[in-house]
């Protein structure tokens, strides 16, 4: 398997831009998160989903943020308008159908910058 | 309030110079404890899940134990490949809560050869 796929893995725009990362799970896994990551607050978890299905949004900043999952395969995040504050690094993370509690994946993560 | 909490933030070592991180948590029904390992520019790559106090879980020169308030990684003579930051992660149970992980801020590990 190739992993937790993002793309883009950098991103440049301006404020007020609209921004949508993507991320493809792996196959077969049940739940999908997203993450942000800068050096002040460390990573944070943005909203998770399980079998698609949004569980857990109370890590949304705000509402300029959306996030959705339309099939098992892919996941969107997406700010509008962006601001510069939004930058950091944005992880993608995907885990197994938890019979216990197993681990999570993580993507390469997806590198912003908002000017 | 659920929390993690690394300690230190950054630890210089020289090779070979073997040395303790610690994570301690304060949670509502622990579900596991993670230890991550995350290099420039990429995302965290899994190393060990502990679930019950006093286990253990070894790889090559990293151990893993856990306590019921904290969790601590031993690095025994440690190589300069070892240098990274290591994060430690809690999973809780119940409600809305599962299959979440909170994160502690890591700790900057680096050795010198």
């Known amino acids: 398997d190739a992993g937790v796929i993002q793309s883009p893995r950098h991103e440049v725009t301006e404020m007020g831009q609209e921004v949508t990362l993507r991320c493809k799970p792996i196959s077969g896994h049940d739940y999908l998160f997203w993450y942000r990551q800068t050096m002040m607050r460390g990573l944070e978890l943005l909203i998770y989903f399980n079998n698609n299905v949004p569980i857990d949004d109370s890590g949304m900043p705000e509402d300029r943020f959306s996030a959705k999952m339309p099939n098992a395969s892919f996941s969107t995040l997406k700010i509008q308008p962006s601001e510069p504050r939004d930058s950091a690094v944005y992880f993608c993370?995907?885990?197994?159908?938890?019979?216990?509690?197993?681990?999570?994946?993580f993507g390469p993560g997806t590198r912003l910058t908002v000017l | 309030e659920d929390q993690v909490t690394q300690s230190p933030e950054a630890l210089r070592l020289q090779e070979g110079e073997s040395s303790s991180l610690n994570c301690s948590y304060t949670?509502?029904?622990?579900?596991?404890l993670f230890w991550y390992r995350q290099d420039p520019g990429k995302g965290p790559e899994f190393l060990f899940t502990?679930?019950?106090a006093g286990e253990e879980k070894e790889k090559e020169r990293l151990k893993a134990t856990l306590t019921k308030k904290e969790s601590f990684l031993h690095i025994t003579a440690p190589k300069p490949e070892d240098s990274a930051t290591y994060l430690c992660?809690?999973?809780?149970?119940?409600?809305?809560?599962?299959?979440?992980?909170?994160f502690g801020q890591g700790t900057i590990l680096t050795v010198h050869p």
């Open positions: 992660a809690a999973g809780f149970a119940g409600g809305t809560s599962y299959g979440k992980l909170t």
């Open positions: 949670v509502s029904g622990l579900r596991g």
């Open positions: 502990l679930y019950s």
């Open positions: 993370a995907s885990s197994p159908r938890l019979a216990g509690y197993n681990e999570q994946f």
